[in-house]
């Protein structure tokens, strides 16, 4: 599950907005593990699932392992916890024609205001790459909220 996350993770071209649902996802599904561990149900881990068939008499160790997690979810928590109090903004860059204007900085409300209006730039971004309806945005805007910076992250469409 991790090596997914971290190979979901490399590469070019990655997007905040898509990082952070791996992210998010890898959470729910680290809680979701993490439950049924605890009931000892070990569908998701298929070698301890085996261990436990083939040895019904040795108990598994579930509360070291409910450790572990807890421990994993906690590092996670800290780890990320930048993007979780960026949310908005996050999801404001991923489709800012269903951001809320109110809850938007103010910095952004008059350009989301433009953008949200326009037919044309909303039926370019549905076919689109967010990519390349950033790139496609005219140059006579400033678009100040394709910048965006989040603590240590920056990002420029």
């Known amino acids: 599950m991790l090596n997914s996350l971290n190979l979901q993770l490399q590469g070019q071209g990655k997007l905040i907005c898509d990082m952070y649902s791996h992210i998010k996802a890898f959470e ?3 809680a979701l ?6 009931k000892h149900n070990f569908i998701h881990l298929p ?3 085996n261990l436990s068939a083939e040895n019904p008499a040795v108990p ?6 409910v450790e572990a997690l807890e421990m994993l979810k906690a590092q996670f928590g800290v780890r990320f916890r930048e993007l979780h109090v960026n949310a908005k903004e996050i999801r ?4 800012p024609f269903v951001a809320d204007i109110d809850e938007a900085q103010p910095s952004y409300q008059f350009e989301l205001a433009e953008l949200q209006n326009c037919d044309v ?3 370019a971004f549905k076919p689109n790459s967010l ?3 950033y790139a496609a945005l005219p140059n006579d805007t400033s678009h100040q909220f394709t910048l965006m910076k989040i603590g240590n992250l920056t990002f420029l469409t």
């Open 28 to 30: 729910v599904k680290l």
């Open 33 to 38: 593990l993490l439950e049924q561990v605890k």
């Open 47 to 49: 070698a301890t699932q």
């Open 131 to 133: 990519i390349d309806f």
């Open 121 to 123: 730039l909303k039926d």
């Open 60 to 65: 598994f160790p579930a509360e070291k392992c």
């Open 92 to 95: 404001l860059f991923q489709n």
